[in-house]
């Protein structure tokens, strides 16, 4: 397994688009077990492939608290979605800035698991804002495009600041 790099914001390959996973081959789980490495290592609870420079439909996620419970969505779709919920989200890419972002409150999905097999799923709370949150990675969208201009000027201010700090 390797640990792999994150982008950071403003870097423009955070904007390109994923193209389908077509085959579940060595290479794909080579990837998954990449990505749950890297999330795990940032302590992050989800990890899309965009964030590493992997133009593929794969996101990796674990919400327990244990740390035991990986999950993986290849090729994730929403099929219907319902209510709205506004929470505090993060983000490894913009790392230190937290907002809070309207999405809905009810998702129904479907994707391949790490197996290739067709999953579906109802999601609320935390599952369901942080796929939200991880699909608009793959399709080149940040959860700070959705804060105002102010408070996205604040972030880029403060990111700048971090990154000239020595570590
Ligand atoms: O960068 C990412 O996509 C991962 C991100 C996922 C996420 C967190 C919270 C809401 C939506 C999506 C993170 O894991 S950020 C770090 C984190 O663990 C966290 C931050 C705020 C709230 C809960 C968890
Ligand atoms: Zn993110």
Redesign the pocket.
Known sequence: MALLDILHFPDQRLRLKAQPVTVMDEKTQQIVANMFETMYHF??????AV?VNIQKSIIVMDLSAEKNQPQCFINLKILAKQGKDKR??????VPGI?EKVARAKWIKIEALNQNGQLIQQELTGLPA??LQ??LD?LNGKLFIDYVSALKLQRARAKLKKQQAEPL
């Open positions: 302590a992050g609870i989800g990890l899309a964030q505090e989200e993060g983000c490894l890419t937290y804002i942080c949150h991880e990675h």
